[in-house]
């Protein structure tokens, strides 16, 4: 499982896309944590919870890792490597938990730096209008701790949907329109329901706490679930069919 | 032992039946063609011998195992089942790269096949500036990563040179005079005749026929070509055995009807020298052609 997890990290490096993938995070979380910090009225930016948005913007991380776990499976079947993968490794189950281990460690890798990045944005805009911050150590631990995992755990989530669906474009459109539109209408109709999906249960797990959210733990668990929920679909269907 | 054992090998997609009992076993030290007209179910069944489809009956063993359940896969089977299956944006080296990590194969493993397929001096660049026969040989060199006992090779000549060919059919001879087996299919039986020792053909996922390649020129009236500096003496030991010849315009004696072994155990026992001993293979796009237009439903 080590040498797979090797050769899954290999497969990440050796191409142009998941360097495109780490511009386009920087880029992005460049962007909305400047339009947070720098916009965002300066009364409101003294709750907790404003401070909280501004400090882990990083969290948009998520969306980059889940690309990486996704393309880390529909690239194999999209280009055909999925054969010699399969032909190298013939036992399936192993090339997909070392895909999940390999996009858990790369999903880490985006989240440390996205979240690292979108930090230090946000501190140095309160920093620089002379906001001073509400949130306590424990607090801040809680955002960064709490972006930073629930970012290497949407890798995986990229990896289980992937698996299932296996083609790239369904997945990548699914997988936005579900992040971007799906959850949170979900959360807004029906928020019972709603901060059980995974994006909302990574905003409990950084410590948001806007009303219905689950708690920071029990929104880590709830994310875990999704991981190994998904991870477990995608083994079992990977196993069970054939390869074109 | 059969180093590849079909059994019974059927697969059906809903009405479809693509590989209907399908049988046959090959033995070390073989090359064989696996022929047949394109659809007639050749990948369908590399797919099923190399676990990457189930069969719907019957069962494909590889060293006696099924390939899922074989240990250590990669070093004692070699195989490419598409000529494409690279990422345009890797280099042919890192994809090789990104293979032999997963069997613990050194870096200098990689090289080695690299080299070994003349492809040294593009390893380092993306696949997607690769021609049709680089990315051949890259697939050939992916499967020769482990050092194989064994290489599956699903139309290994398409979209190789007529000099790419001949390089191929050199190297699996090499590989195989090793004892090492070769399973190639084609659809296309002048691209691998003068390569293979035995064919297994076959048409709608039917075996039609499986034989060595002289037999099988023998069947429809082949010929062995003969050159020999006592010809004379030569053809007249060929009639006592009632073997058939005639003389052709380049000082040869075409022997009719029978098998190269034939031939040469003849002059041998007459004490004829042999300098060319060809079975003829001019009429074999035919033979193929008419035993697979036979099983037409």
Redesign the interface.
């Known amino acids: 499982m080590i ?2 997890t ?2 899954e990290l ?2 990440l490096r ?4 998941t360097l495109g993938l780490v511009l386009g995070m920087l880029a992005l979380i460049t962007l909305f944590g400047l339009l947070a910090g720098l916009l965002t009225h300066a009364e409101s930016l003294n709750t907790p919870e404003n401070q909280r948005g501004v400090l882990g913007v990083g969290s948009l991380a998520g969306v980059f890792s889940a690309l990486a776990g996704v393309l880390l499976v529909t ?1 194999e079947y999209r ?3 999925i ?9 399936r189950s192993r090339v997909i938990g070392a895909k999940l281990i390999a996009s858990l460690l790369a999903g880490l890798a985006f989240g440390i730096v996205g979240e690292g990045l979108g930090f230090a944005i946000g501190y140095v805009c309160l920093h620089a209008r002379g906001i001073p911050l509400v949130l306590h150590g424990g607090s801040i631990t809680l955002v960064l701790l709490g972006t930073v995992v629930g970012v290497a755990l949407w890798g995986a989530i990229g990896v289980g949907i992937a698996s299932i669906v296996r083609n790239q474009i369904g997945t990548i459109v699914g997988l936005l329109a579900w992040g971007f539109v799906v959850e949170n209408l979900l959360f807004a109709f029906v928020p019972s329901v709603g901060r059980l999906t995974p994006g909302e249960a990574q905003n409990a797990l950084s410590g948001l706490t806007t009303n219905h959210l689950l708690s920071a733990a029990a929104g880590g668990a709830v994310l875990v679930a999704w991981v190994v929920a998904l991870a477990l679909a995608g083994l079992a269907l990977t196993a069970r069919r ?2 074109g | 032992m059969s180093v590849v054992l079909s059994e019974g090998l059927t697969k059906r997609f809903g009405k479809l039946t693509a590989v209907e009992n399908l049988s046959f076993g090959l033995e070390a030290g073989t090359i064989t063609g696996f022929l047949g007209p394109n659809g007639a179910g050749k990948t369908t069944t590399l ?1 099923m011998l ?5 069969p719907t009956s019957g069962r494909a063993l590889i060293f006696d195992q099924p ?4 240990a250590d ?2 070093r004692r ?1 070699g ?4 000529a ?8 042919g080296r ?2 090789l ?3 032999s ?4 194969l050194p870096d200098s493993r990689v090289d080695e096949a690299l080299r070994l397929v003349e492809l040294t001096d593009a390893a380092r660049r993306r696949v997607k500036g690769y021609s049709l026969g680089m990315r051949q040989r890259l697939g050939l060199a ?1 499967a020769l990563l ?1 050092d194989p006992e064994l290489l599956v090779l699903d139309e290994p000549a398409n979209g190789l040179d007529p000099e790419g060919v001949r390089w191929l059919r050199d190297f699996l001879r090499s590989f195989a005079s090793e004892g090492r087996t070769v399973l190639i299919s084609s659809h296309v039986l002048a691209e691998v005749a003068q390569t293979v020792d035995q064919v297994l053909i076959i048409n709608h996922g039917r075996l039609v026929v499986e034989t060595s390649l002289e037999h099988l020129t023998a069947r429809v009236g082949g010929s062995v070509r003969v050159r020999s500096p006592q010809l004379p003496q030569l053809a007249e030991a060929l009639r006592r055995e009632q073997i058939e010849t005639t003389t052709s315009n380049d000082h040869a004696l075409l022997a009719l009807g029978t098998t190269s072994e034939r031939v040469g155990d003849v002059a041998f026992a007459a004490g004829v020298p042999v300098h060319e001993l060809v079975a003829e293979g001019s009429s074999l796009e035919e033979v193929f052609l008419e035993l697979t237009s036979e099983t037409q439903p």
């Open positions: 040498a797979q090797k050769a290999m497969k050796s191409t142009r896309t690239g280009f055909g490597t054969r010699p993968t399969f032909l190298f490794t013939p036992r054939d390869v | 797919r190399l676990g990457l489809a189930a390939y899922a359940r074989l896969a990669a089977v195989a490419v089942l598409e494409t299956d690279f990422h345009p944006g890797r280099t890192d994809h790269r990104t293979l990590r997963a069997v613990e992916s482990g």
